[in-house]
């Protein structure tokens, strides 16, 4: 069994910096790509930015230039530097492992991680 855990939200002030971070866990094999992705209330879920297998990165254009993502393949694991904060990134931040592959099976699954609450306000 797979598992994803974040950490790292909060509450932080306009212009303040948060990290998240997140750890896959388990009989894990290969991973494609990780990716954070929020939900603020009462909207949808929204991609924020990915890792791939091969080393790209891409961000959506309402976190472009404030936040990067980084990934330690070595350890299953991915963060998300967010600097420049804004209330309207207020949401909770999910993990997402992408066409996970274990050593018991070769079917590619994804995995959401739990979920952490970032409350940017004065």
């Known amino acids: 069994q797979v598992q994803l855990v974040e950490s790292g939200g909060g509450l932080v002030q306009p212009g303040g910096s948060l990290r998240l971070s997140c750890a896959a866990s388990g009989s894990i094999f290969s991973i494609s790509a990780m990716g954070w992705y929020r939900q603020a209330p009462g909207k949808q879920r929204e991609w924020v930015a990915r890792?791939?297998?091969?080393?790209?990165?891409n961000y959506a254009d309402s976190v472009k230039g404030r936040f990067t993502i980084s990934r330690d393949n070595a350890r299953n694991a991915v963060s998300l530097q967010m600097n420049s904060l804004r209330p309207e990134d207020t949401a909770v931040y999910y993990c997402r492992a992408e066409r996970v592959r274990t050593v018991t099976s070769s079917v590619p699954y994804d995995y959401w991680g739990q979920g952490t609450q970032v409350t940017v306000s004065s």
């Open positions: 890792f791939t297998s091969s080393g790209s990165t």
